[in-house]
């Protein structure tokens, strides 16, 4: 169970920082990046 939950948590980390990488190539600042962390 709780190397399912850290799988999860790390699925999502990853799936924050790609949303953020179009933000910070187009010059603004990824605040969903920021607030996640």
Request: glycine share 16%; charged share 5%; proline share 5%.
């Amino acid at each position: 169970m709780l190397l399912r939950l850290y799988g999860v948590a790390s699925t999502a980390l990853l799936v924050g920082y790609a949303f953020g990488i179009p933000a910070a190539e187009s010059g603004q600042f990824p605040w969903g990046v920021v607030s996640m962390g």
